[in-house]
């Protein structure tokens, strides 16, 4: 029996499987007229207000010599853009997680519930920084994705830990908010990398989205001197290049549930063994059951499908007998919802597959039994040997 589930995202809103079937620091400020008052002579006073011209100067340059880079990780989606504004984007996304991410994105599925985590390192470069000025740098969004239901970015630090999704915590929406990305005590001069997360949900029904969004974070580099935090300078990183582009995602995974294994390759595939028209001695998982002019082999097993971005919560599977057995009238493939059936033929036509439901629900798997009637006839069309069916399963999700 077969089946792997070619998914399909985008614009496709079905999903085909087939079963092939044998038998993861402050600054002073400093008044120019009190010095001025420590003088007799009005040359003093000018001379004072020279001197706190100079430092202002000095302490303003001192500023600017602070800064943050955004750069491009290795193994990272690309920024671009000038110091402080830049950019990049997580490109196509589904809630499903299938198909191949974009350049320098990975994809975290375990441990995330109601969707998946895109996630991908960038690199903070800090310069200016000093024993008594390390620096710390904290984030938020500052302008959010139009559908925050269905995308959400999350932030880890340092990347070296970042291969789980429990390690991101959400980017809140307020700067009063915002959230380390390089906590106190701070750090000196160096490249520092982070993990950037986008989870995207895999909601169905009313509030479901699909199509483009983007979104802005805003980071803030601060001074830190062991008791006070300092602004130092402001970042924004626009995730509109590209947009984050949710498409539609379906996809149909068989299963063994208890029966004959079930095996997943390039498409999945089982074996009922040896059978016989009498029944004796079926395989382990196998059960008999009687019919006019020969027997049923059973087998239970699982048919799961999957769905994202659908307006839709249902879907329908219907399966049919793609290439079907050399001798049809010795081995037949049936099917039930129920072991002792009744058991119905599966349809041998692409044009008119048997259906069987219309109400499949995203990511609820669904039991059935697959069947082989071997026949008991002798004679002339009697047939000894083995052979060999594929049955193709379709999802579509309107």
Not at 95 to 118: N, R
Request: charged content about 5%.
């Amino acid at each position: 029996m077969v089946g792997q589930a070619t998914p399909s995202v985008g614009t496709r809103h079905y999903a085909h499987v087939r079963l092939a079937v044998a038998a993861s620091g402050r600054r002073r400020e400093v008044d120019p007229m009190r010095l001025c008052r420590r003088s007799k002579r009005s040359s003093s006073c000018g001379s004072a207000a020279a001197l706190l011209i100079v430092f202002c100067a000095a302490s303003a340059i001192s500023a600017r010599a602070q800064s943050t880079v955004l750069q491009t990780a290795a193994g990272g989606v690309t920024i671009s853009g000038f110091n402080p504004n830049w950019r990049a984007g997580f490109g196509n996304v589904n809630g499903l997680g299938i198909g191949a991410p974009a350049a320098g994105v990975s994809l975290i599925t375990s441990g995330v519930s109601g969707g998946v985590l895109y996630t991908t390192p960038y690199n903070i470069v800090v310069s200016g920084a000093g024993n008594g000025n390390r620096a710390v740098v904290r984030a938020y969004v500052s302008t959010n994705f139009v559908h925050p239901t269905i995308l959400q970015l999350t932030s880890c630090y340092p990347a070296a830990i970042c291969a789980a999704a429990s390690s991101y915590t959400t980017l809140p929406t307020s700067s009063a908010a915002e959230i380390d990305i390089i906590p106190i005590p701070g750090v000196l001069n160096g490249t520092y990398t982070a993990s950037l997360g986008l989870f995207v949900s895999n909601l169905n029904g009313a509030g479901a989205f699909s199509g483009a969004d983007s979104a802005t974070i805003t980071l803030h580099r601060y001074a830190y001197n062991g008791s006070t935090l300092v602004l130092r300078n402001t970042d924004t990183l626009a995730l509109n290049t590209p947009s984050e582009n949710v498409q539609t995602a379906v996809q149909l995974l068989l299963a063994s549930a208890g029966g004959l294994t079930i095996s997943p390759a390039s498409d999945f595939s089982t074996s009922f063994g040896s059978v016989n028209g009498l029944g004796i001695s079926p395989a382990s998982g196998l059960t008999v059951v009687s019919a006019s002019g020969g027997v049923i082999y059973s087998t239970p097993y699982l048919i799961t499908p999957s769905f994202s971005s659908f307006s839709s919560t249902t879907g329908t599977v219907k399966a049919y007998v793609s290439s079907n057995f050399a001798h049809p009238s010795i081995l037949a493939l049936e099917g039930a919802t129920a072991s002792g059936g009744p058991y119905t033929a599966i349809s041998t036509s692409s044009g008119s597959p048997t259906v069987f439901t219309t109400g499949a629900a995203s990511a609820t798997a669904i039991t059935r039994y697959l069947g082989l009637f071997t026949s008991n006839a002798n004679g002339a069309s009697a047939f000894t040997g083995s052979d060999t069916a594929t049955l193709t399963y379709t999802l579509t999700v309107p």
